[in-house]
T-cell receptor
Framework: KQEVTQIPAALSVPEGENLVLNCSFT??????LQWFRQDPGKGLTSLLL?????REQTSGRLNASLDKSSGRSTLYIAASQPGDSATYLC???????????FGEGTQLTVNP | DTAVSQTPKYLVTQMGNDKSIKCEQN?????MYWYKQDSKKFLKIMFS???????INETVPNRFSPKSPDKAHLNLHINSLELGDSAVYFC?????????????FGEGSWLTVV
């Protein structure tokens, strides 16, 4: 059974800092991995999707990496801004279907 | 111009009542989902429909019954509500069933059972 863990559960950084959010998973047989952002009282917004065959994806100040052999993915946020404050969740899909398994999320606060 | 919209956003109801949450997507997607987010913020899939056909049905009490009148709509009906049903319910959609597709979520429906 796939388990997804995100550490830390909460992170507070000053504005402008580069930061890394971690996601680890127990079963390396994944098809793709997505990073989502959840704002308080809002739904989830997909940030990046990495296919199993890919090592990383980039979108603006965000870079997500995937290392299946070690069961890890990281989300790198460059030059963080207060507007980046949100909960970030990673989620995995197995090859057999579109069921997503989510981690608990990392609550990020970027202080001005 | 919301891609995935669900109503109501907030719902407070008494134990034992029956309630429905509606979901609509205007993305032309074939697949729709219902997820439940518990107090620990874990998101778990409940149901998945592809072209109005039930594909995924996780271990969910049969008090929960999804209905898909067409592929743009997936409603969730809950009978005999219990305190433990209090959670945030998210509707989502993707282009097609299977992996490799970005999933788009609605803004969530906050259900509180008192």
């Amino acid at each position: 059974k796939q388990e997804v863990t995100q550490i830390p559960a909460a992170l507070s950084v000053p504005e402008g800092e580069n930061l890394v959010l971690n996601c680890s998973f127990t079963d390396s047989a994944i098809y793709n991995l997505q990073w989502f952002r959840q704002d308080p009282g809002k739904g989830l917004t997909s940030l990046l999707l990495i296919q199993s065959s890919q090592r990383e994806q980039t979108s603006g100040r965000l870079n997500a990496s995937l290392d299946k052999s070690s069961g890890r993915s990281t989300l790198y946020i460059a030059a963080s801004q207060p507007g980046d404050s949100a909960t970030y969740l990673c989620a995995l899909t197995r090859a057999s279907g579109s069921r997503l398994t989510f981690g608990e999320g990392t609550q990020l606060t970027v202080n001005p | 111009d919301t891609a995935v919209s669900q109503t109501p956003k907030y719902l407070v109801t008494q134990m034992g009542n029956d309630k429905s949450i509606k979901c609509e997507q205007n993305l032309g997607h074939d697949t729709m989902y219902w997820y439940k987010q518990d107090s620990k913020k874990f998101l778990k899939i409940m149901f998945s429909y592809n072209n109005k056909e039930l594909i995924i049905n996780e271990t969910v009490p049969n008090r929960f019954s999804p209905k898909s009148p067409d592929k743009a709509h997936l409603n969730l009906h809950i009978n005999s509500l219990e305190l433990g049903d209090s959670a945030v319910y998210f509707c989502a959609s993707s282009q097609e069933l299977g992996t490799g597709n970005t999933i788009y979520f609605g803004e969530g429906s906050w259900l509180t059972v008192v």
